[in-house]
């Protein structure tokens, strides 16, 4: 219930007071979301397996999140920034599809 | 630290997972998997495997062995489903009646997810006019402003060039008026119709005996055409042009039909220099009328300034016509 709240609170914020990023940052946001979205997918899945740890949750996230941004900027600095973030975001949304599967199976039983 | 995991879930967990993979589903599963790679019933033990110290099984790398599994056989999902799900609604249910910090730092990671999303999805739609476009459609928009340019370009060249020879034209036309006022000031100065100033000499012939006539003058006249005069007034009063006349009345000498009394006052523009020379040379007018058949005196003064007022007045011509017209200004 709570994380819940905290995603609404988010999404009222944002809404409402227009935050804005760093230009530099810009091109790292995307990416960077999906790896949370996947880390929070996983945390789901983990914690309807039993096995959740709240710190591993934080340093999976924050791992997650910098990995993904890092791999987007290297892949920049190289030249292959576009090829780098779609791989990245199709490596996190297979494992989104699969950490999904998980979770519906375990609580619908299909 | 013997047991890091708050509450008993992960021997839970390891019991369910125990419990739903059955013996006779593992052999099922064994026999499914030829293969070496088997991750799934390797998961349960990661935990005791590891030190005390250490966290247990990272959730992500659960999950990717999860994954690979999953990926690498679906059609096992129909087998181990039964005995997790209550044990996960339950959780669910629980968690939901009674928050823990686990469910605080989800918020708090959550909170940022979201903030973060919708700033994305505010910067995605700040600028998608052309970052969605297709390449050709891109590609289309960009032939089109160059054909566009292009058309503007040639526009500016069309009134470039009607700029120019308008300024042409009216430059032209100025010239034209410069010209026009210059021929008008020489054919006026000729013909007398506007006063006149300039160097030049006055010349005075005082005759006694009244001996000077037409024939003195229009000499007098003759010499000072000869030597560049450019205006001849006699008398501040009568302007001599190209088409005065002299010739001797009655009561003496008569200009374009004015008598001229003595003495005469001629006031000639021109080089002075030259004009006096002219005047004064052997045989000329002033020794013509100070001659002993005239007897008269001629006094000449070289002036820096004559001005000559009077005025011709020009008769239309009655019978004389241009014979082709004028040429046209350009």
Partial sequence: MIPLIGLIVGILLGLFLEPTIPLALQPYLPIAIVAAMDALFGAFRAYLDGNFTDRVFVVSFISNVLIAAAIVYVGDQIGVGSQLSTGVVVVLGIRIFTNAAAIRRALFHA | ????????????????????????????????????????????????????????????????????????????????????????????????????????I??????????????????????????????????????????????????????????????????????????????????????????AEGPGIRLRIADP??????????????????????????????????????????????IDDSPVSNPITIEVIGDPHSLEEAARFRGGIVSEITGPTIGGQVQIEQLDRVVVESLHSPVPNQYAQPASPPPTPR
């Fill in chain 2, 1 to 104: 630290m013997p047991e890091p995991r708050p509450s008993g879930r992960p021997r839970r967990a390891a019991a369910h997972r125990s419990l739903g993979l059955s013996p006779r589903h593992r052999a099922q599963r064994r026999a499914q998997q030829a293969a070496a790679q088997e991750p799934e019933p390797l998961q349960p033990e990661t935990p005791q495997l590891q030190t005390p110290d250490q966290e247990p099984s990272a959730p992500a790398e659960n999950l990717q062995d999860g994954s690979v599994a999953e990926a690498s056989n679906p059609d096992r999902s129909q087998q181990d489903q039964s005995p997790p799900a209550p044990d996960a609604r339950r959780r669910l249910w629980h968690s939901l009646a009674s928050p823990g910090r686990g469910q605080l």
């Fill in chain 2, 106 to 195: 989800a918020a708090v990671i959550l909170f940022v997810v979201g903030l973060g999303g919708v700033m994305q999805v505010r910067i995605n739609n700040a600028d998608d006019t052309y970052t969605n476009a297709r390449r050709e459609d891109l590609v289309q928009l960009l032939d089109g402003l160059g054909s566009e340019s292009r058309r503007l370009e040639g526009e500016i060249a069309d009134l470039e060039r009607t700029k120019t020879s308008l300024q042409s034209g009216a430059d032209t036309q100025r010239v034209a008026r410069e010209e026009a006022e210059k021929r008008v000031e020489v054919l006026s100065l000729l013909a007398g119709t506007v006063p």
């Fill in chain 2, 209 to 254: 005996s009244g001996k000077v006539d037409a024939d003195v003058i229009l000499d007098a006249v003759e010499e000072m055409r000869d030597a560049g005069a450019e205006v001849i007034e006699v008398n501040n009063a009568i302007r001599v042009v190209a088409s005065s006349w002299f010739a001797t009345g009655p009561d003496g000498l008569l």
